[in-house]
């Protein structure tokens, strides 16, 4: 589990400028978290999810770039 983890820090940090220039903002560096004023990107049952405020689920992929892709 510890291994998956570490891999989807990676990830994170691989995708720097793609989530960044989608104006994402990386909160803590201990959490696999992406958060943006009308969505959060968090890591959550061997997937990447995109959620809206009221927690609705607008993009799932088990990639992050397959989520930054799908939200504009």
Not at 9 to 18: A, D, F, P, V
Not at 27 to 35: N, V
Not at 48 to 60: E, F, L, S, T, Y
């Amino acid at each position: 589990m510890t291994a998956n983890i570490g891999l989807k820090r990676l990830e994170l940090k691989k995708m720097y400028g793609i989530w960044r220039s989608k104006g994402f903002e990386h909160p803590t560096p201990s959490e696999l978290r992406l958060t943006r004023r009308d969505c959060v990107v968090t890591f959550a049952r061997k997937n990447w999810q995109c959620k809206d405020p009221d927690g609705n689920i607008i993009a799932v992929s088990e990639t992050l770039r397959g989520v930054l892709n799908k939200v504009h």
